[in-house]
């Protein structure tokens, strides 16, 4: 059986990856996955969506969109379809080069779930009932799906089915990629060498966007109320208005203090992003409370405008982008089929 590769060392990559993605020479495989539950939202964009962009064109970047993970929760089908082509499509507005990147609908591959089970296999009940986020969103249910309980296990799969070297995560996903980790150390172990084991990549202090009507919060596509969420498809009123809004904090002087003062903090974080600059230079630099809500609305317009005119142009051929997605999904069958007959010849399966 050929030894997987560390991620401390990793192989230098040929110009065109088995994902189909051309990649420099000695590229990290880099993988993200995105939940169709919600539209996607600035948090989304500067956390995720523009660090992707700019690895494609160093890194092997694969992305694909979880709709499996979102039936773990009570959900309309043809919502969770629509959702998945939208998400999609802002993807690819936002600059996703499907030449450079693999993007697919992690559905449409089956290896993710029949990888599932194997690793399903290898993993503890207990080491799933103590996922911190299956606690949370239990609670209060009358009827817990039992997806929701193995889903870390199927983000697991995701992750190593396609010897992913780095997965970007935040603080709330840290754990179920602390899983995968065990899983794969646990499986490679017990039945040789089969998985590379992934590390972390996390966001940037700055890609964390809080909500703006409640600064404790993080923003996010779902919730009780959007008041407090900029979605990457806003029109221009509704993201005035929403930064207009925002909560701040008692006192007149603009200054950067997450700890005492998060609304005002929040505000800066996101300018500071949109302008790739730092938070605490840019508040010597506004006088009011007003001034900086102007200057939030100038930066998060000017960064989403070119998205939703592209986003457009795109939705107006939806063809187009299914044509993509479905070739993403060609590419990822072909390119992990090998990892899943790796794992079965493993676990005593295959000869």
């Known amino acids: 059986m050929t030894p997987r590769t560390s991620v401390d060392t990793p192989t230098p990559a040929s110009p065109t990856s088995p994902a189909g993605a051309i990649i420099p020479s000695g590229g990290v495989r880099r993988l993200t996955g995105l939940k169709p539950t919600g539209h996607l939202q600035l948090g989304n964009l500067l956390g995720a969506i523009r660090p992707i962009v700019a690895s494609q064109y160093r890194s092997e970047t694969i992305v694909f969109l979880a709709d499996l993970h979102a039936l773990t929760v009570t959900h309309q089908p043809a919502q969770v379809r629509a959702l998945t082509l939208e998400q999609a499509t802002v993807l690819l507005a936002a600059g996703l ?152 904090d008692p006192g007149r002087t603009v200054e950067y203090d997450p700890e005492r003062r998060p609304g005002l903090a929040n505000l800066l974080d996101v300018l500071a992003a949109c302008l790739g600059s730092s938070p605490t230079a840019l508040a010597a630099d506004y006088r009011s409370y007003a001034q900086l809500k102007a200057a939030v609305t100038e930066a998060v317009e000017a960064m989403l405008r070119p998205i939703r005119l592209r986003y457009d142009e795109l939705a107006r051929d939806p063809g187009y982008v299914r044509r993509v997605l479905a070739d993403g999904a060609d590419r990822a069958r072909e390119s992990t089929a090998d990892t899943v007959h790796r794992a079965k010849r493993a676990i005593g399966l295959l000869r």
């Open 97 to 248: 080069d499907p030449d450079r990147a693999l993007l697919y609908v992690q559905s449409q591959v089956p290896q993710h779930a029949e990888l599932h089970y194997l690793l399903e296999c290898t993993t503890g009940y207990g080491e799933a009932h103590r996922m911190i986020q299956f606690r949370e969103k239990s609670t209060n249910q009358q009827q817990v799906r039992l997806s929701l309980l193995s889903y870390p296990v199927l983000m697991a799969a995701d992750i190593l089915l396609h010897d992913t070297q780095e997965v970007p995560v935040g603080d709330d996903q840290s754990q179920h990629l602390e899983l995968a980790r065990t899983v794969a150390n646990r499986f490679n172990a017990r039945y040789g060498d089969t998985f590379t084991v992934p590390r972390a990549v996390h966001p940037t202090v700055s890609a964390r966007v809080m909500d703006l009507a409640d600064p404790t919060s993080k923003m996010g596509k779902t919730g009780d109320s959007d008041a407090g969420t900029i979605f990457l498809l806003d029109p221009p009123e509704v993201i005035r208005r929403k930064v207009q809004r925002a909560v701040t």
